[in-house]
């Protein structure tokens, strides 16, 4: 297990450097700075609209910034696209998971990366199932995810065990980085729970992990450090350690709000972030 303590602080394993993006009328992203490091999981907040899907989705390979450097253990790098973005070990958990209901476990994490049998003169390619259904069994092990079996078709399982499935799914290709686009939003209390403890244990591996979350209380029980945008810029970054969630929601809402306000004024129920606890945010 390595020393998270030492290698968060060696050079970031993910690095985004003066990053701008706009959509026609809106700049989603101004001028943002972002790290993670190996070790070490950030969490990104911020009001609705504030940037940070947009970020994820920088980093994920998905939008090209207007501006800006993509630097990857400390190297700069040219990020075109997805599949660039995949190749460093960039890894991305969206919210809808994206999982397919009526395949079993094995056939989900190894959607669109099947690996195929390699024997003499076989007149149909063959899914390699033992050694997909090994590896499969191993990332559950390493990290300690529970489903009833390989075997059993993911539709009949609960929202924390289809998350975790699909985080594991993510880690089937060698990640380096996780990026969670509101893996907790749609669990209860206990799923949320199971939840924290696997982005804990990725920590532990050695994996980079960005979180975004409108719940304060699982972003200051899973972060080491949290990043605040707000309209599109770094609002402030802040230790775990050494902060509040007074002063995150101060930093979200630009000192408009206190702990129990509403964050933002959209009306959406689920983004009143902080001090309200679970029930609240949800
Ligand atoms: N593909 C897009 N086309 C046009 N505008 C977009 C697009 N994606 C995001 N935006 C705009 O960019 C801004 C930032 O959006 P983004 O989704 O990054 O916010 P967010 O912080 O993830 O918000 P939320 O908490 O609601 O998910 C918003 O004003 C949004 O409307
Ligand atoms: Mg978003």
């Known amino acids: 297990m390595p020393d998270t303590a030492a290698t968060a602080a060696a050079t970031p394993l993910l690095e985004l450097r003066g990053v701008s993006k706009r959509f026609g009328a809106v ?12 070790g070490e999981v950030v969490g990104l907040v911020g009001d609705n609209g504030a940037g940070k899907s947009t970020l994820v989705k920088v ?21 075109q696209g997805p599949n660039d973005a995949a190749a460093l070990g960039v890894a991305t958990v969206y919210q809808d998971l ?52 390989l075997r059993a078709e993911v ?8 998350q975790s499935i699909a985080i594991a799914r993510s880690l089937v290709g060698d990640a380096r980085v996780v990026l969670l686009d509101e893996p907790t939003a749609a669990l209860g209390v206990a799923q949320t729970a199971q939840v924290l403890e696997l982005i804990k244990r990725l920590r532990e591996q050695g994996l980079g992990v960005v979180v975004i979350s409108h719940n304060l209380v ?9 990043v605040v945008l ?53």
């Open 27 to 38: 700049q989603a992203l101004a001028d943002v700075d972002f790290a993670v490091h190996a």
């Open 98 to 149: 994206a999982l397919c209901d009526n395949l079993d476990v094995v056939a989900n994490l190894f959607i669109g990366r099947e690996r195929i049998s390699r024997g003499p003169a076989r007149l149909a390619r063959e899914l390699d199932e033992p050694a997909m259904e090994k590896r499969a069994g191993e990332l559950l092990e390493t990290f300690s995810i529970n489903i009833p079996s």
């Open 155 to 162: 539709g009949m399982m609960s929202g924390g065990q289809r």
């Open 218 to 226: 699982d972003v200051f029980e899973v972060a080491d450090r949290i």
């Open 230 to 282: 707000r309209l599109g810029r770094t609002a402030g970054e802040f230790d775990v350690g050494a902060t509040t969630q007074e002063e995150i929601v101060g930093a979200i809402t630009g000192g408009r709000g206190v702990v129990g306000d509403r964050v933002g004024g959209t009306g959406r129920p689920g983004t009143a972030a902080a001090g309200d606890g679970r029930e609240g945010a949800r």
């Open 59 to 79: 980093m994920s390979g998905i939008h090209l910034p207007d501006g800006g450097a993509y630097v990857f253990d400390g190297e700069r790098r040219s990020v």
